[in-house]
């Protein structure tokens, strides 16, 4: 009888042993962390979760990626789909009252890790959803389509970017500073709005593309637009914050002349850009100028991927070839004023170094609306000039402008 007895202690000590031991082994195979679980983590958690690409895991400029999968019945399933290769700037400025205070923050976020690509895939019954979103136009929100869909669990690699957010001020503008340093740690609601306003259209981060089975078994067909980044792409499936699958890899490619941009996070085609470029530096010059008024709202409107930011920073310089030549064959004929130009120029110089942080502080509707009026004003200028009134009264001066034209194209035959 007391083997009997002692045989049974031994047992239960050893299941109690068992029992207690599990839970610290479990707790010391999960990484020390700052209160997240990491999605490798939740991978290993899930165990039922699974994820396969289907055919050809390579694209070419964009394509249809077909994936197959299995989760617990009766759970939604997300797909969260980003660029692992290639990472962009995002940023917004935080100008708007507050709702209870009414005050403006003035608060200047930036991130530099923003996927270049970025998007969530849900299932095909929450359409409506995203429907609904939609009929917001500008002001649809990312957290608040991620919160009617309960898609929070997918929204993971964006929230883990650290953004910088500085107090702004009216005059760290004026003098090229975007203000003081407060916080640079990865915020995930701020990472929400960068996420729009890094990519500004819900169809480009929410798609109801997943087709789920009441047994719990997903396919999804995954399309993804051409000029998107080169390289590895990532996907991973969610149910839940501690189910996920493993991450499944696939590539997407391109090649000459479709080149990728690495600031404006996108790939575009040199063709037609740059017949563009032709053609309105042909009429940009006649009207004395390099054409980049032209050029960067015909850009932004032709070419939506790019960001506006990338837009005007970018034709700055490129108008310098066009002016070159410009000034050149101006020079020839003798039609510029150096005590003029160099006036000009000092102004011009002081504008140059406040604009570019001006740029980076508005959105594209702000950057479209004041350029918009700034065009129509100058078209109704030049529009008047033509007006038969107008020349009447200037007579005299087009008469001195055509013998000073005269003059200077004999000048320039003599030599």
Not at 216 to 222: L, P
């Amino acid at each position: 009888m007391n083997r009997k007895r002692l045989g049974k202690g031994w047992i239960m000590a050893l299941a109690m042993l068992l029992v207690w031991c599990g839970p610290v082994r479990a707790a010391e195979d999960v990484p020390a962390g700052e209160g997240t679980v990491s999605m490798q983590a939740a991978a290993d958690q899930a165990g039922p979760v699974t994820l396969r690409i289907e055919g050809d895991s390579t694209l070419n400029n964009g394509g249809t990626i077909r994936v197959q999968g299995q989760a617990p019945a009766g759970k939604p399933v997300f797909l969260e789909v980003w660029a692992d290769a290639h990472q962009v700037r995002a940023s917004r400025f935080d100008g708007e009252p507050d709702p209870k205070t009414g005050v403006r923050p003035y608060i200047f976020y930036l991130t530099e890790r923003m996927p270049a690509y970025f998007k969530i895939f849900v299932p095909i019954t929450m359409q409506d959803k995203i429907d609904a979103e939609k009929k917001k136009g500008r002001k649809w929100s990312m957290s608040n389509i991620i919160k009617e869909l309960g898609a929070e669990s997918a929204f993971n690699v964006p929230a883990a970017a650290p953004v910088r957010a500085y107090q702004s001020s009216f005059m760290a503008s004026v003098i090229g500073s975007r203000g003081q340093l407060i916080s640079d740690k990865p915020n995930r609601k701020v990472a929400m709005q960068l996420t729009k306003a890094r990519f500004r259209d819900l169809d480009k981060v929410v798609a109801a593309q997943v087709d789920l089975k009441p047994n719990g078994s997903f396919t999804a067909d995954i399309v993804l637009r051409s000029g998107i980044a080169p390289g590895a792409y990532k996907i991973v499936a969610h149910v839940d914050k501690d189910s996920a699958s493993a991450p499944a890899t696939f590539t997407n490619t391109i090649a000459f002349p479709t080149v990728y941009l690495n600031n404006a996070g996108t790939s575009m085609n040199l063709v037609y850009p740059f017949l563009l470029s032709l053609a309105v530096t042909i009429f940009g010059v006649l009207m004395g100028a390099g054409g980049g008024f032209i050029l960067n709202p015909l850009l932004v409107t032709l070419f939506p991927l790019l960001p506006h930011t990338v837009v005007a920073g970018t034709v700055t310089p490129t108008v310098l070839f066009s002016q070159g030549s410009g000034i050149y064959n101006y020079s020839r004929i003798n039609f510029i004023s150096w005590k003029l130009g160099v006036g000009i120029g000092l102004a011009m110089l002081a504008g140059g170094f406040i604009g570019p942080k001006l740029t980076e502080m508005i959105s594209l509707t702000q950057f479209t609306f004041a350029f918009g009026w700034i065009l129509l004003v100058l078209a109704a200028l030049m529009l008047w000039q033509t007006t038969p009134g107008y020349l009447a009264k200037n007579k005299k001066e087009q008469a001195i402008l055509k013998e000073y034209k005269k003059r200077a194209q004999e000048a320039a035959t003599k030599k």
